[in-house]
């Protein structure tokens, strides 16, 4: 099976294998799987794993999040409908509130002008009664006075001489 | 060893030859120090410390050399072995990385300066790979099947004529025991010899011309140019070849782990 080399020139059948090499190729190959087998493959393994779970890893954490994100916004989207439908519902308490509120104002400021009329109404009465009462003693007392004075007789009664001023603005009134 | 046979020979070109692949010890008279027989040694070394510096940090996000080292590992693990053997393939990555890996880098020596060797090109080490995956194969598909069945399996094609089985047992026994183990080896083998002889034609040609006349000096650079060529398609065809072995043995083996043969 072996060749020696002995002269350079030799014509050699290349098919035949030499015994060394079939021995030395042998353990070289056992060797180097081995060594691949027991130090390389497991570390490019871990590496791979490791990237695989990484990338699933992030796509799950993208997935959730996502997830998260639809649920907030479902929530909020709720929330803000709520709050619409409070504003809502608050305005238009409001405006019913306001529409009492000025109906009560104007009632009660009907109820003041009311009042404020009623009493100049009634000092004006009064005033005019006390203007009556005065203007009828003084004109009594001027026109007492004056027949007096016409007369010449003293109309000194008290009595009468209102008797005579009553009939004078009776008189007075009925010719009007 | 080439000047040699030119003294021998005189004047005349001599062809380079199978002799040239009969390389001397490089020290004593021990057929254990030739020149194929390092760079195997070697090739073993380099890929180890190759694979080992890149594997050991491995990390999510690779450097550099990780990337290399996981680039060639990838391609076997995923390009070949998931690809042809299936959901049992990652037992079979350790071998058939370690199968591509010797065999690229001792056929890429070829073309290394300085080595300028390919080692697969010496038969011996064709014919223990082949023999350690014929033996795989084999080895899988008997303890996948039991010895009866996968014996049977091979022998008697299911889904045949019985007829038929006068021809196809014989061809079927060649192929899976004869065939395929021969072929492995010698495809691996006779490419990478038929490929360094190739380039010692036109290297050693181009140097025998410029010892020549005038004329025929102005034509060695043309055969120089046409050697630095070849050894790009060398290349390769080396690549390829490594590439080739790997994928057939896992061939074998998802036929051998196959329900049907």
């Known amino acids: ?176 | 060893m080439r000047k040699f046979a030119f003294a021998e020979s005189g004047e005349g070109f001599v062809p380079p030859s199978t002799a040239d692949f009969n390389l001397p010890p490089i020290f004593g008279d021990n057929e254990f120090t030739t020149k194929p027989i390092f760079l195997v040694l070697f090739s073993v070394v380099l890929i180890s410390v190759f694979f080992i510096i890149a594997s050991r940090k491995a990390s999510v996000v690779p450097s550099k050399l990780q990337f290399a080292g996981e680039s060639v590992y990838a391609f076997v693990r995923n390009g070949i072995g998931q690809e042809i053997i299936g959901h049992e393939f990652m037992r079979f990555v350790p071998f058939l990385f370690s199968l591509f890996t010797f065999i690229i880098t001792n056929n890429v020596f070829g073309i290394v300066p300085l080595l300028q060797f390919p080692t697969m090109s010496h038969v011996a080490f064709p014919y223990v790979l082949a023999l350690i995956s014929f033996g795989v194969f084999h080895y899988v598909g008997i303890k996948k099947h039991g010895l009866g069945k996968y014996l049977k399996g091979i022998a008697f094609m299911p889904g045949v004529p019985k007829a038929v089985y006068i021809l196809l047992t014989p061809i079927e026994i060649a192929t899976f025991f004869l065939v395929r183990p021969l072929t492995l080896s010698l495809r691996l083998f006779a490419n990478m010899f038929a490929g360094h002889l190739l380039l010692l034609v036109f290297i050693l040609g181009g140097e025998h011309m410029l010892s020549g006349a005038i004329g025929v000096k102005l034509i060695a650079p043309f055969a120089f140019a046409f050697g630095i060529g070849m050894t790009f398609f060398e290349f390769m065809v080396q690549c390829l070849q490594a590439y080739i072995f790997t994928l057939l043995t896992a061939l074998f083996i998802a036929g051998a782990l196959a329900d049907e043969h």
Do not use: C, W
């Open chain 1, 1 to 176: 099976m072996s060749f020696r080399i002995s002269a350079a020139g030799t014509e050699l059948n290349p098919l035949v294998p030499h015994t060394s090499e079939i021995i030395v190729g042998f353990i070289a190959f056992t060797l180097l799987y081995l060594v691949l087998r027991s130090k390389v493959v497991p570390m490019f393994e871990k590496a791979f794993a490791a990237r695989t779970e990484a990338i699933q890893g992030g796509m799950e954490k993208a997935e959730k999040a996502q997830r998260d994100a639809q649920v907030a916004l479902e929530q909020y989207t709720a929330q803000l409908s709520d709050a619409r439908g409070e504003a809502q519902k608050i305005r238009e308490e409001a405006r019913v509130q306001g529409a009492a509120i000025i109906e009560d104002l104007r009632g009660k400021a009907q109820e003041e002008a009311a009042r404020i009329t009623a009493a100049a109404t009634a000092s004006i009465e009064a005033e005019r009664q006390q203007a009556i009462t005065s203007l009828r003693n003084e004109v009594g007392s001027l026109a007492t006075e004056l027949a007096s004075k016409i007369v010449g007789e003293a109309l000194d009664d008290q009595v009468r001489q209102s008797r005579i001023v009553d009939r004078f603005l009776d008189d007075l009134e009925k010719s009007k």
